[in-house]
């Protein structure tokens, strides 16, 4: 995150300001998506959003970096309010 911040920090502001859930949203050349929660979540991926496994995470709550993996049954283990509605892990 501290390297691209230049890249990064517009598009957390946008995301704060414009209040848009994004699922694949590009801003000069950087992919990302946004999980509006609260708190607005900002998910990127240098390289493309391949899979679920992946990325660089602007969550100023930090409860992203709790999250455990999957489960024996193959559900996500994350502190509540770490996921997106749709279920999958930010």
């Known amino acids: 995150m501290t390297i ?3 890249h ?3 598009i957390i502001e946008k995301a704060r300001v414009d209040r848009n859930a994004a699922w694949f949203d590009e ?3 950087v992919t ?3 999980d509006l929660g609260p708190p607005v979540r900002v998910a990127f991926n240098p ?3 391949l899979d679920n ?3 660089i995470i602007f969550d100023p709550t930090v409860e992203v970096m709790k999250a455990d993996g999957l489960d024996a049954s ?3 283990r994350a502190p509540e309010g770490s996921q997106s509605c749709s279920g ?3």
């Open 74 to 76: 193959g559900n996500y």
């Open 88 to 90: 999958e892990i930010w």
């Open 27 to 29: 801003h000069r050349g």
């Open 47 to 49: 390289e493309g959003m």
């Open 53 to 55: 496994w992946s990325g």
């Open 32 to 34: 990302y998506s946004v």
């Open 4 to 6: 691209n911040r230049s």
């Open 8 to 10: 990064y920090e517009p």
